[in-house]
């Protein structure tokens, strides 16, 4: 079974709109943390914003929150007030168990394009 | 502050030929990981590395030898390059401890082997 899942491909958003882009996860250990990574045109992977197992408050960074349903086992990234900058691929990623091999698995990613 | 820096940034290789992809990181952190990325693939790890001297296997480690023998370097080796490692190569490190563990990328080498 896939351990990161990203269902949609591709995603279109006005300006100035809120976009949800999806992730559900799947792993067995107590202790896990999920990130979102931005990938502009440009190649480079970008640090959005982190989710702990154990946060009871979903994580928030300026215009990006994460709504975090534990007993779903979903990590969906929320944009507010896209900008045209926001176009990009976006990947969800999850470290699993509480050591610190801090190994990363990746979704599939979803393109997001922020029309006018 | 220069980061995590890989080179080359892009490399033409053909098949049977070995090639070395480099990765330099000034931050000192512990962790340090090699990644491919393929479309409908994301990001699959290949290698990674506690320490100097340490390092294990990732999801997709066949073909692929690393080495640490510096905690800032972790360079990658294809011993004999095969079409089917084309892909686009992210180094990464980490602190390896603290809240996040959070993963810090260099900008990616782009292999193609023809």
């Known amino acids: 079974a896939q351990k990161i899942t990203q269902t949609q491909p591709g995603m279109f958003v006005q300006e100035k709109e809120a976009v949800t882009l999806d992730c559900t996860y799947d792993?067995?250990?107590?202790?896990?943390?999920l990130f979102w990574y931005k990938q502009p045109s440009s190649g480079e992977m970008i640090f959005l914003i982190y989710?702990?197992?154990?946060?009871?408050q979903n994580a928030t960074e300026g215009r990006y929150s994460l709504n975090f349903q534990k007993a779903r086992k979903s990590a969906n990234l929320v944009i507010s007030a896209s900008q045209l900058g926001d176009s990009a691929m976006y990947f969800c990623?999850?470290?699993?168990?509480?050591?610190?091999?801090?190994?990363?698995?990746f979704g599939t990613g979803t393109r997001l394009q922020v029309t006018l | 502050d220069a980061g995590i820096t890989q080179s080359p940034r892009y490399k033409i290789t053909e098949t049977g030929r070995q090639v070395t992809l480099m990765c330099h990181q000034t931050?000192?952190?512990?962790?340090m990981f090699w990644y491919r990325q393929d479309l409908g693939h994301g990001l699959r790890l290949i290698y990674y590395?506690?320490?100097?001297?340490?390092?294990d296997k990732g999801e997709v480690p066949d073909g692929y030898v690393v080495s640490r023998s510096k905690t800032e370097n972790f360079p990658l080796t294809l011993e004999s390059a095969t079409r089917s490692q084309t892909s686009v190569y992210f180094c990464?490190?980490?602190?390896?401890?603290?809240?996040?563990?959070?993963?810090?990328f260099g900008p990616g080498t782009r292999l193609t082997v023809t």
């Open positions: 590395s506690a320490a100097a001297d340490i390092t």
């Open positions: 931050w000192s952190h512990s962790y």
């Open positions: 990623a999850m470290r699993e168990g509480p050591g610190t091999a801090s190994k990363l698995t």
């Open positions: 792993t067995s250990d107590q202790s896990y943390g």
């Open positions: 990464a490190s980490s602190l390896g401890r603290g809240r996040f563990y959070e993963q810090y």
């Open positions: 989710q702990g197992s154990y946060d009871e």
